[in-house]
């Protein structure tokens, strides 16, 4: 049974740092896990997500997130740098089994299982 629990969530003020872990029980060392990300009166999105062989950034993040994985540990990390406002949201992750980890683009809905979520309040 899988089961995602995220962490790491805070208020900081505009251009400080978080790390979100992301405890991922259940997922085989082949299944990709992502972030994602929603705002009050927005869609969810996809921010980061990370398979074997490949990574995404959304383009809003990419050069201040990085995603990383410790399959020994079962934990995946958003290391979230120069944070700013716009930045603020639920912050998800999820996983899902095959190739859905593109590059090019991350589809947010063939994501299966998800976590409960922790809020991320940037303030400027």
């Known amino acids: 049974q899988v089961q995602l629990v995220e962490s790491g969530g805070g208020v900081v003020q505009a251009g400080e740092s978080l790390r979100l872990s992301c405890t991922a029980s259940g997922v085989t060392l082949d299944q990709v896990i992502g972030w994602f990300r929603q705002a009050p009166g927005l869609e969810r999105e996809a921010v980061s997500c990370?398979?074997?062989?490949?990574?995404y950034y959304a383009d809003s993040v990419k050069g201040r997130f990085t995603i990383s994985r410790d399959n020994a540990k079962n934990m995946v990390y958003l290391q979230m740098n120069s944070l700013k406002p716009e930045d603020t949201a639920v912050y998800y992750c999820?996983?899902?089994?095959?190739?859905?980890?593109?590059?090019?683009?991350?589809?947010?809905?063939?994501?299966?299982?998800w976590g409960q979520g922790t809020q991320v309040t940037v303030s400027s």
């Open positions: 990370i398979s074997p062989s490949t990574l």
């Open positions: 999820a996983t899902e089994p095959g190739p859905v980890c593109d590059p090019t683009g991350v589809t947010t809905k063939l994501f299966g299982s």
